[in-house]
């Protein structure tokens, strides 16, 4: 069974920083394209950051900038370092691993951005 799991969530100030870690099999992280997602109450499931497994980045436009996602497969961790965070970055974050029809979503970190 396939485990995804988030963590690194939690309080931060406006313009501080928060790292999230998504860590799965050495199978999951080697071989599959790694994405960071959010979901704020109200409002529908967004891209935040993928990457491939060439390493290529993509990323949401309201997070250009200020997030920068990474991966160490020596550790099958998939990185989102956030920095610059505003308010309206507050969402539970999730992790999504993707091959082909293949699909798996981790549990998802709050991360809460206020003063």
């Known amino acids: 069974q396939v485990q995804l799991v988030e963590s690194g969530g939690g309080l931060v100030q406006p313009g501080g920083s928060l790292r999230l870690s998504c860590v799965s099999s050495r199978s999951i992280i080697s071989r599959f394209v790694i994405g960071w997602y959010r979901q704020a109450p109200g409002k529908q499931r967004e891209l935040v950051a993928t990457?491939?497994?060439?390493?290529?980045?993509n990323y949401g436009n309201s997070v250009k900038g200020r997030f920068t996602i990474s991966r160490d497969n020596a550790k099958n961790t998939v990185y989102l370092q956030m920095n610059s965070l505003k308010p309206e970055d507050t969402a539970v974050y999730y992790c999504?691993?993707?091959?082909?029809?293949?699909?798996?979503w981790g549990q998802g970190t709050q991360v809460t951005v206020s003063s």
């Open positions: 990457i491939t497994t060439g390493s290529s980045t």
């Open positions: 999504k691993a993707a091959l082909g029809p293949e699909n798996y």
